[in-house]
């Protein structure tokens, strides 16, 4: 068995919580592009962020951005697919959370929110400036990759429900984080994104790792052979992994990578 492509997820699952890598972890996957191995770095994070994440690692790969709306790859920054919420898809998503979260409108270099400290603290988390906004709607325009709704763990599955059962085919919703509703361009998805690297790439799912924690990183396990979740990954990543590490974020990553040949 040899692995050619590692299509991983970044938060909680190669870093630990607030986006801090372990050395180890940057450190493997280095040694795997170094021996003609592919990454794929795929978020929810957008653009501009997960961009920065690549400039700091140094590793020549492929990333997926948004939840897969945005696929380029790095350092060439040569974009494959770019997907964007049209501005009215924008309004009628904004309507239909109403009420059930705070909402953060997306782009691909900054995201706009009502400000507080917790939105203040998520933009130094991702590392992309925010702007200001009352009213999200009147801030609809071309280019934007995510509609992202921060929720009570209670309502997180409901909202998810309602929203994909109302923009069925027209949106592709996913929750990124127990906390976090995701509605992106139709035609995003981990999955897509996946397919299009391994397209390009002329790599098989027989060798590729998947390696997530999240349900939208269910996407990363359509198209791989081998699948590794961490010990924190929700019960659905644990279900259809190949692997499940006794250890929880970049540690249970390391253990997937050991477990499959990688280091």
């Known amino acids: ?10 938060d909680e699952t190669l870093s630990e919580r607030l986006g801090v890598v372990l050395p180890e972890v940057l450190a493997a996957i280095r040694a795997h592009v170094a021996r003609g191995g592919a990454f794929l770095l795929a978020s929810g994070r957008i653009t501009a962020s997960i961009e920065k994440i690549a400039a700091a690692w140094d590793v020549p790969c492929h990333l997926a951005a948004a939840n897969g709306a945005v696929i380029e790859s790095w ?17 009628r998503a904004l309507a239909l959370g109403e009420g059930r979260g705070e909402a953060h409108l997306f782009f691909d270099e900054c995201f706009h929110a009502r ?3 917790e939105v203040e603290r998520y933009s130094r ?24 709704w921060r929720c009570d763990e209670r309502e997180t599955p409901h909202l998810r429900a309602a929203l994909a059962d109302a923009l069925d085919g027209e949106a592709f ?12 361009p139709a035609g995003a998805g981990k999955d897509r994104a ?16 998947g390696l997530g924690d999240s349900p939208n990183d269910l996407g990363l396990f359509a198209h791989a052979a081998h699948r590794g979740a961490p010990a924190n990954a929700h019960p659905a990543l644990k279900a259809r992994a190949t692997f499940v590490a006794a250890e929880p974020y970049g540690r249970g990553a390391l253990a997937c990578l050991a477990r499959y040949g990688v280091v």
């Open 125 to 148: 988390l991702l590392g992309v400036p925010f702007a200001h906004a009352e009213d999200l709607a009147a801030r609809a325009a071309p280019g934007a990759r995510a509609v992202i």
């Open 194 to 209: 996946l397919a299009c690297v391994q397209e390009a790439l002329g790599i098989a799912p027989e060798e590729t790792l």
């Open 75 to 91: 350092p060439e920054r040569r974009r494959l697919r770019a997907l964007e919420l049209a501005p009215d898809l924008v309004r």
């Open 1 to 10: 068995m040899t692995i050619r492509l590692i299509a991983g997820d970044f």
């Open 173 to 184: 919703v996913t929750a990124s984080h127990a906390r976090l509703v995701d509605c992106n």
């Open 115 to 117: 400000s507080s400290p």
